[in-house]
């Protein structure tokens, strides 16, 4: 079983930078894909960014391209999104998601397995 745990959610001006991080407890080899998913006001969750914990390859989400970047540490064991340049639009719940396997797109809802709680970004105009 795999647990995570994201933290670094916090109100911040457009323009400004976050970084969040999730924390994943239980084996590493339960899971090949880590990414963060985004859940706005009246939205649907969407998936914003993945790594592959094996080949460290990432995947963005096209309205986050150049402004955000997701990483790894070397355990596997913590995956991080660093958010520069914020826009209002970011305004959302983020979500830690691991997959047990990488498939397509790797930022398609329904290939993830294990859910964290959220952390919320606020970002005002």
């Known amino acids: 079983q795999v647990q995570l745990v994201e933290s670094g959610g916090d109100s911040v001006q457009a323009g400004g930078s976050l970084r969040l991080s999730c924390a994943a407890s239980?084996?590493?080899?339960?899971?090949?894909?880590l990414a963060w998913f985004r859940q706005g006001p009246g939205k649907e969750r969407e998936g914003v960014a993945a790594?592959?914990?094996?080949?460290?390859?990432?995947y963005y989400a096209d309205s986050v391209k150049g402004r955000f970047t997701i990483s790894q540490d070397n355990a596997k064991k913590f995956v991080y999104l660093q958010m520069n340049s914020l826009k209002p639009e970011d305004t959302a719940m983020y979500y830690c998601?691991?997959?047990?396997?990488?498939?397509?797109?790797?930022?398609?809802?329904?290939?993830?397995?294990?859910w964290g709680q959220g952390t919320q970004v606020s970002v005002s105009a």
């Open positions: 998601g691991a997959a047990r396997r990488c498939r397509g797109t790797r930022l398609s809802e329904p290939d993830y397995n294990y």
């Open positions: 239980g084996p590493t080899h339960e899971y090949y894909c």
């Open positions: 790594i592959s914990t094996a080949s460290g390859g990432t």
